[in-house]
């Protein structure tokens, strides 16, 4: 008799276990279903990018986008509070378009594609026309020395590493010399620097992105552009041909004073632990040459569609649910440390920070950053995202942003898409909303609103 007990204990709480994981699956297929037949993240990523724009920190439009962004945020249902939280942020204007071209002798030129770098000086009004220095490295820069580079232009042809699939490997094996490229060469008397384009294909559209000067004086600043990869490989072989061929470069780019931003903050207060918080969230600003497209108004989006999904299910969160949109992700991450900051101010806790800024491309699944124990358990969820295809569970390190709150969060996660394509666009004019594919925006916004449920509903104890 007491056998038969035991016996029919164990299968009422297996049948009762199944019955459990039904539910759960059947809440996140209905998320998945919702997002592709009722989605709003492709209309409103139409908007942000065709009615808004690229939103460059300390811009108009980049003011526009907070107050659209907070006017949408009100309209979702279930969001208790809509707030700004104010940030000072950098402000550089690119000016008229850039303009280079390479002198192979006296009277004849090639023109070129260029675009200044972030936070880069003007030229002087009629530009710089000099010899230029090809290197690979801030260590071949080193070994020429002054003797090499003084008044000439220095051309930094480093590609992507193409043999790597992890394309974020690649881009940032030569984003460090982006960087600080222009202050290492000014150092040895250089006019101005080039840098080939970030990008895996060759094409005629330059990347622009961050550079910093460090703590060189005004005085001795020099201007710093990127050169498209087709004009590099161009420049490139005419080098080796004629090594004292010229090259002329004019940008009137500008850096302006801080001016007041904001990051958009919307909240659902939780109805068991109002005091553990879910976080949701992408960078709002974005380069000016785009629409900022898949960098980042598809994370924009995603977040807000998330949100939004969880409350068409009729999904009420135990805890508190967050959506953050940073400003100033691209030249000087204000927006993070702001918030950040605030956290640490307020003890605020939080179960997961989740972040989507690997642009509107399939989703793979998540990478992960925490302790053994929370990943552990973390990856039993993987079942539930294999019937989609996105079951990418791995530990790594979490994007810029997100580092900040690591010492306030249990789990720091981000949106893992495809990423084979993504830096065809990355920070270029063609990042543009003809470039999304709407299914996969939708079913990123999907995976994102499914892990924040699994969180809210399963939890890591």
């Not at 080098?239 to 903050?265: A, G, M, T, W």
Request: proline content about 3%.
């Amino acid at each position: 008799m007491r056998e038969r007990l035991l016996i029919l204990s164990l299968i009422f709480f297996q049948f009762i276990g199944a019955q459990k994981i039904s539910s759960v699956e059947d809440k996140i297929r209905d998320i998945y279903v919702k997002s592709l037949t009722e989605g709003k993240s492709y209309s409103w990523l139409e908007h942000l990018s065709k009615n808004i724009g690229g939103r460059l920190s300390g811009s108009l439009n980049a003011q526009r986008a907070i107050d659209w962004i907070k006017d949408e945020l009100n309209n979702i249902p279930a969001l208790d509070s809509v707030w700004l939280q104010p940030v000072m942020v950098p402000k550089w204007v690119r000016g008229t378009f850039e303009y280079a071209n390479i002198e192979s002798s006296p009277g004849n030129t090639i023109n070129v594609n260029v675009c200044s770098l972030g936070g880069s000086i003007a030229t002087p009004t009629g530009g710089i026309r000099a010899n230029i220095v090809e290197v690979e490295s801030i260590e071949e820069l080193e070994s020429l020395g002054e003797k090499n580079i003084n008044g000439k232009i220095v051309f930094f042809n480093r590609p992507m590493q193409s043999g790597l699939v992890n394309t974020f490997k690649a881009y940032d094996g030569g984003l460090g010399q982006q960087y600080i490229g222009a202050a290492q060469a000014a150092k040895y008397g250089a006019l101005a620097v080039l840098f080939r384009s970030m990008n895996l294909r060759l094409d005629d559209h330059p990347h622009t992105g961050e550079m910093s000067y460090g703590s060189l004086p005004i005085s001795k600043r020099i201007p710093a552009a990127s050169i498209s990869t087709n004009d590099s490989e161009l420049l490139s072989s005419m080098i080796s041909l004629n090594p004292h061929l010229r090259f002329f470069l004019r940008q009137d780019c500008k850096n302006y004073p801080e001016v007041k931003s904001y990051n958009v903050i919307g909240q659902i207060k939780g109805t068991e632990f109002p005091d553990k918080i879910i976080f949701i969230g992408a960078h709002l600003d974005s380069w000016d040459l785009g629409e900022g497209a898949h960098d980042n108004g598809a994370g924009v989006v995603q977040s807000m569609e998330a949100t939004r999904l969880l409350n068409i299910i009729n999904y009420k969160p135990k805890n508190t649910l967050r959506v953050v949109l940073f400003m100033n992700e691209e030249n000087g991450g204000r927006g993070a440390k702001v918030y950040s900051e605030s956290v640490s101010k307020k003890r605020e806790k939080h179960l997961m920070v989740l972040e989507s800024d690997s642009g509107a491309f399939t989703p793979r699944g998540f990478v992960f950053d925490t302790s053994d124990k929370y990943f552990e358990r973390i990856l039993k969820w993987k079942p539930f995202f294999e019937p989609y295809y996105i079951h990418l569970f791995r530990r790594g390190e979490i994007g810029a942003n997100l580092r900040l709150l690591k010492k306030d969060a249990l789990v720091l996660s981000g949106l893992k898409t495809d990423s084979q394509r993504y830096f065809i666009h990355h920070h270029s004019e063609i990042d543009t909303f003809e470039a999304i594919n709407k299914r996969e925006l939708e079913l990123g916004a999907a995976t994102m609103a499914a892990l924040i449920f699994l969180t809210d509903h399963i939890g890591f104890e």
